[in-house]
């Protein structure tokens, strides 16, 4: 990479960097101490969120499956169970790791997606 290049991605990386730290809760203040947080602006209301946390208490199942405990332990993660039928081991949880979850898109791969992966790894 040229040098020309290499000012030009430098000079688009810090004035880029504020833009992307504009909402996150912490601001660069730079020296020793680096970055401080503040407060994030939420569209809900105190008693939304005090709801949420009730609800959370009754029931501390995290959205990957895992129960929060306290103490020690703190989290313990979900651990799944599997059975053998018909010679094969099957995954056998109440929990469906495949199902769409709120963390992202869900990881079953489309007909076309299973193809390009053939394609581009099997072959």
Do not use: C
Request: charged letters at 20%.
């Amino acid at each position: 990479m040229s040098i020309r290049k290499s000012a030009v991605v430098i000079a688009f990386a810090a004035l880029a960097s504020p833009i992307a730290f504009a909402n996150s809760g912490a601001t660069w203040v730079g020296g020793e101490v680096g970055f401080e947080t503040h407060p994030v602006q939420s569209s809900r209301t105190r008693a939304q969120v005090q709801a949420q946390l009730q609800e959370f208490r009754a029931n501390p199942i995290t959205v990957d499956g895992g129960r929060v405990v306290g103490g020690d332990a703190g989290y313990v993660p979900h651990q799944h169970e599997y059975v053998r039928r018909d010679g094969r081991r099957v995954h056998n949880d109440a929990f469906n790791a495949t199902a769409p979850s709120t963390m992202g898109a869900s990881p079953a791969l489309s007909e076309s997606e299973r193809r390009a992966m053939r394609e581009q790894y099997i072959n």
